[in-house]
Nanobody
Framework: QVQLVESGGGLVQSGDSLRLSCAAS????????TAWFRQAPGKEREFVAA????????RYADSVKGRFTISRDNAKNTVYLQMNSLKPEDTAVYYC?????????????????WGQGTQVTVSS
């Protein structure tokens, strides 16, 4: 079992950068694949980025490719989402997710553990 707590959200201007953090509790966090999803008002929760356990392979949504980077520090039990060149359409609540298998799934139901979310608002 793992518990996830996101932080780092806030209000920024278009073109700015922001780094989200997801701190995990529990043992053996390095054995979990991790991901970021986001949900804008009135929309479904959508995949943003994933990082596979062990291999370090990554996957990104087309809308964020080249602008966002997912990474992790296993020693700190923390996953990051570096967001550059932010756009107003990136405004959403961002959620961290984890599952103890090898995956880069874009499907929400593939992920077992979720954080409470952190709000990111990008003004134009």
């Amino acid at each position: 079992q793992v518990q996830l707590v996101e932080s780092g959200g806030g209000l920024v201007q278009s073109g700015d950068s922001l780094r989200l953090s997801c701190a995990a509790s529990g043992r053996a966090f390095s054995t979990y694949s991790t991901a970021w999803f986001r949900q804008a008002p009135g929309k479904e929760r959508e995949f943003v980025a994933a990082l596979m356990r062990g291999t370090g392979s990554t996957r990104y949504a087309d809308s964020v490719k080249g602008r966002f980077t997912i990474s992790r520090d296993n020693a700190k039990n923390t996953v990051y989402l570096q967001m550059n060149s932010l756009k107003p359409e990136d405004t959403a609540v961002y959620y961290c997710a984890a599952v103890s298998v090898y995956t880069l799934s874009v499907v929400r139901s593939s992920w077992d553990y979720w954080g409470q979310g952190t709000q990111v608002t990008v003004s134009s």
